[in-house]
């Protein structure tokens, strides 16, 4: 036992450093780190726990913008309807790197010429999960969906120009690099001239 506890000290101190060296970036100063994470400088103030919040910087993710368009989408029966659009005014992010993977849901914005100006990619609200249900006193593996409709929000920088809406099911991991459609089944494609 006297053996061990010495180890136990040594590892105590090594993942504690290891920890501050992580997460103080190993600059106690506050210096932006890598990776592209988001730094906070906070604090107690008067207004509680994160009411001190002095300051917020980017720090290497995809493009921070101001305002949002908010597209809140029903699907149900085969039919996708715009439900309603809502402003929205914060910190909103790009993603650094869509993912794109068979199934998922790949809306954008489009502009007069057919060009993309702003592009995201989200799971589907009606897709398929895989669970174990009891039959026969065995656990079989089942495909589940839920009762629809489903209620999707797609939510895109406010972008001048844009004319059009699409949101596409992938049929296949990845997306086109010159812009063009993926390939997959069209969901809805609105006009929002109108809006």
Do not use: H
Not at 161 to 184: I, N, T
């Amino acid at each position: 036992m006297k053996k061990l506890v010495p180890s136990l000290v040594i590892l105590v101190v090594v993942l504690g450093w290891v920890l501050l060296q992580r997460y103080s970036g190993g600059d106690v100063g506050g210096e932006e780190r890598a990776g592209g994470e988001m730094e906070v400088e906070a604090g107690l103030g008067d207004e509680g726990f994160l009411g001190g919040v002095r300051e917020m910087r980017e720090v290497g993710r995809g493009e921070v913008y101001r305002e949002a368009r908010a597209y809140r989408l029903v699907l149900g029966g085969g039919v996708c309807e715009l439900e309603a659009v809502d402003e929205l005014e914060g910190e909103f992010r790009e993603d650094r790197e869509m993912v794109a993977r068979e199934g998922m849901f790949y809306c954008r914005l489009l502009g007069v010429d057919g060009s993309v100006l702003a592009e995201t990619t989200m799971d589907a609200p009606d897709r398929q999960c895989v669970v174990l249900a009891p039959q026969d006193g065995e656990m079989v593996p089942m495909r589940m969906t839920g009762d629809g409709p489903f209620v999707f929000q797609v939510r895109l920088p406010v972008v001048e120009g844009a004319v059009s809406l699409e949101v596409v099911r992938l049929a296949k991991e990845g997306l086109p690099d010159d812009g063009s459609r993926p390939l997959g089944d069209l969901v809805v494609s609105l006009d929002l001239k109108n809006l």
